[in-house]
């Protein structure tokens, strides 16, 4: 447990307690990372931070009161994304354990281990493998799951057991509000800009700012006949509130603190693989082993199939749709390249503004006026992965349907 070498992504709600539970167990290495700073609301449940702390980065604070309370151990900060790193960092520790309230980031790390993961014979070679231990809550009920990349289950073969996150179309929310949250995403997005009573960014921690979104959500639902508008309704929608309760991040915590003792001494078997925890009527658990998928996007290396019936019709942007809507891959914003006649051809990247209104017009055309014949090949990079997709593009016509590989 001395040598053991522990990384915590979160330092949170949940990040908190797997900080305190593992350094009160004797891991004297422990590096934290997270990219938030702490909120005035953190501190009914967050409890390394205090009031002078609201500003200051999560992580450094985390790791100054760990390091201060408990002698011995050395609790390191990264205040930073963990997109910031690449695998050199993540290759030198033994164990990582994630406190996360994102999706996308949980499946960024998934992605990165997967990726680092060596191969003899077509088995994995399990020295390179770093387990990962995942913990997860909302309210009353939680999660905690033992990883071995290559091995067991991942974060991609049981994505559809995450709920989709809540987004509102903009053109629902300016034209036709249905429900109490439109009144006041519109508000936040559109008003606030246009008026911006104080000259600043929207405060969540700040009265005056929830009240006055608060007044306009409600002639905004008020002009639509929409009911149910509440404060606590806008506190929610504004600062995109998770619900969260301590005793459930204390009860995961010291779930995931056990399975990294088990792990890093080998005085008992992991969890296998997944346990379930709701105390919102009595007290619940139940322990399975979820399965890995053999066609899985990130850690299986058998080429996936998807069926494009007519290329002369199929748009670019019915791709992009397919890819983000599809619960197999539930992508946030994929950009696509390929290759044609020997060169590189961009068909779509919005994560570069130059570059995404020069080819915006090729969202409206189809694959084959793209140049897309059968068997080209698509690469695609997400912001959920580390990884680039490949896409192998097989037409209806052909018995081979279209195939990815990861490279």
Not at 83 to 96: A, E, G, L, S, T
Not at 139 to 154: E, H, Q, T, Y
């Amino acid at each position: 447990m001395t040598s053991c070498k522990i990384l915590v992504i979160g330092a949170g709600g949940l990040g908190c307690e797997l900080l305190k539970d593992l350094a009160l167990m004797g891991f004297k290495q422990i590096h934290v990372i997270d990219m938030d700073t702490i909120e005035l609301s953190n501190l009914n449940r967050q409890f390394l931070f205090r009031q002078k702390d609201i500003g200051k980065s999560k992580a450094e604070c985390a790791a100054a009161f760990i390091n201060k309370r408990i002698l011995g151990c050395q609790v390191t900060p990264h205040f930073c994304k963990i997109q910031d790193y690449d695998d050199i960092f993540y290759r030198q520790f033994h164990i990582v354990v994630c406190g996360l309230d994102s999706i996308v980031a949980r499946r960024w790390i998934n992605g990165m281990l997967i990726s680092m993961l060596n191969y003899e014979n077509d088995a994995v070679d399990q020295s390179s493998i770093i387990p990962i231990v995942d913990g997860g809550t909302e309210g009353f009920k939680g999660n905690a799951r033992v990883i071995l990349p290559g091995m067991s289950a991942c974060i991609e073969c049981t994505l559809d057991l995450y709920p989709p996150q809540v987004t509102y179309p903009l053109c629902t929310i300016a034209n036709t509000p249905r429900l109490p949250e439109h009144c006041i995403e519109y508000v936040k997005v559109i008003q606030w800009n246009k008026e911006n009573p104080w000259g600043v960014a929207i405060d969540g921690d700040d009265p005056q700012h929830i009240s006055w979104i608060y007044e306009k959500s409600m002639e905004r639902a008020l002009q639509f006949n929409i009911i149910g508008l509440t404060y606590r309704l806008v506190q929610g929608v504004v600062k995109n509130i998770i619900p969260a309760v301590a005793s459930t991040n204390a009860v995961i915590a010291a779930a995931c603190a056990t399975e990294v003792f088990k792990i890093a001494t080998s005085c008992c078997v992991p969890l296998n693989n997944y346990m379930i925890f709701n105390d919102v009527d009595g007290i619940y658990t139940y322990t399975y082993e979820a399965e890995r998928k053999d066609d899985c996007l990130a850690c299986s290396q058998i080429p996936q199939t998807l069926e494009i019936k007519e290329p002369s019709k199929y748009k670019l942007k019915d791709l992009i749709a397919h890819l983000c809507e599809s619960t197999d891959y539930q992508m946030k914003s994929p950009g696509l390249t390929t290759t044609i006649h020997g060169k590189n051809k961009t068909l779509y990247m919005p994560t570069i503004a130059s570059i995404e209104e020069q080819t915006r017009e090729n969202l409206n055309k189809t694959l084959c006026e793209l140049g897309l014949t059968d068997g080209s090949e698509l690469m695609v990079a997400d912001l959920t992965s580390p990884n680039t997709l490949v896409f192998k593009i097989k037409y209806p016509n052909v018995n081979n349907d279209v195939e990815m590989t990861v490279c």
